[in-house]
């Protein structure tokens, strides 16, 4: 690598010279850690195989899947369903968990609610609610945004796990307080 700085240093390159010089077909040590770096991983083509090969891995069953999108339901114990779906976006992968607390206008949501989950939003690491448009309807939903160089079977793992537990925690509290 010396050898290399000195090289560009002691002449005249032009930017694709010294992109040429880094090209490697090596792979890149980024050390312990077990990021996925290969950002080429959820490329549109390697989307499908990625998330069919994390769920094999974490023994989940996909409900369904394109080059572009993924859908999870997980049975929980409470009694009922969650649904994570996730979206390829550019370089982005989002995970949504919508809930099921729906409204037929952003007028008819309770802002003492979206306030409390705001607050709630503060002491997250790993996901953020926010109100999605789904059909014709204002859903609140658990959401969590990644670039696809950080994710690996791990990371994908904590991020469905988080969602799916803390929008069922979610519901379960909307419906106690909906039954006292």
């Avoid at 240093?9 to 980024?30: G, Q, R």
């Avoid at 394109?66 to 997980?74: C, M, P």
């Amino acid at each position: 690598m010396g050898h290399l700085i000195e090289q560009v240093k002691s002449s005249a390159l032009k930017k694709s010279d010294i992109f040429s010089l880094l090209a490697t077909s090596k792979p890149i040590n980024s050390g312990d850690g077990s990021m996925a770096i290969d950002k080429d991983i959820f490329s549109s083509f390697k989307f499908r195989s990625t998330v069919e090969s994390y769920c094999q891995n974490l023994d989940w069953n996909i409900y369904k899947i394109d080059n572009k999108t993924a859908v999870i339901k997980f049975n929980m114990e409470s009694g009922s369903t969650q649904t994570v779906f996730i979206i390829k976006y550019d370089l982005t992968i989002e995970f949504s968990c919508p809930s099921g607390l729906k409204f037929d206008d952003v007028d008819d949501i309770p802002h003492r609610l979206s306030t409390l989950l705001l607050q709630k939003n503060a002491q997250y690491k790993l996901g953020f609610w926010g109100i999605e448009n789904i059909g014709d309807q204002q859903v609140f939903s658990i959401i969590h945004n990644a670039e696809m160089s950080l994710i690996d079977v791990d990371y994908f793992r904590r991020v469905v796990i988080q969602l799916v537990d803390e929008c069922d925690e979610f519901e379960r509290t909307i419906e106690d307080l909906i039954n006292s």
